[in-house]
């Protein structure tokens, strides 16, 4: 498999894994993929990377087949709920108290 024999040329080329890891770092600065800190959490000014993996999870395919078998109807929810304005209002009342 191609991916296994690109993990072991990262692996046994520790400087290249770097390389990559920087890279990936800068592209996702760059795409907006960025969190505030835990040590500034009010500050726009201070920001890290939010985290991402460099390879494909392995994922089993029973998960998978399942999570694909739910998708459509979690879609239908996520979009009905989005449409509801009072459900909206009523269901995230008490999160302006925590902000």
């Known amino acids: 498999m191609a991916t296994e024999a690109i993990l072991q040329r990262l692996i046994t080329n520790p400087e290249r894994l ?4 920087d890279k990936a770092k800068d592209v996702a600065l760059q795409s907006g993929m960025v969190i505030r800190t835990k040590e500034k959490p009010n500050s726009s000014e201070v920001v ?3 985290p991402f993996s460099l390879f494909p999870t392995p994922v089993p395919k029973a998960a998978f ?3 694909l ?3 459509t109807h ?3 929810l996520v979009d009905k709920i989005s ?3 009072d459900f909206l209002e009523e269901a995230l009342a008490g ?4 902000a």
Do not use: G, I, R
Request: proline share 4%; aromatic share 18%.
């Open 18 to 21: 770097k390389d990559l890891v």
């Open 48 to 50: 890290t990377y939010y």
């Open 65 to 67: 087949l399942q999570a």
């Open 69 to 71: 078998a739910v998708q």
């Open 74 to 76: 979690f879609n239908t």
């Open 83 to 85: 449409q509801d304005p």
């Open 95 to 98: 999160v302006c108290d925590y």
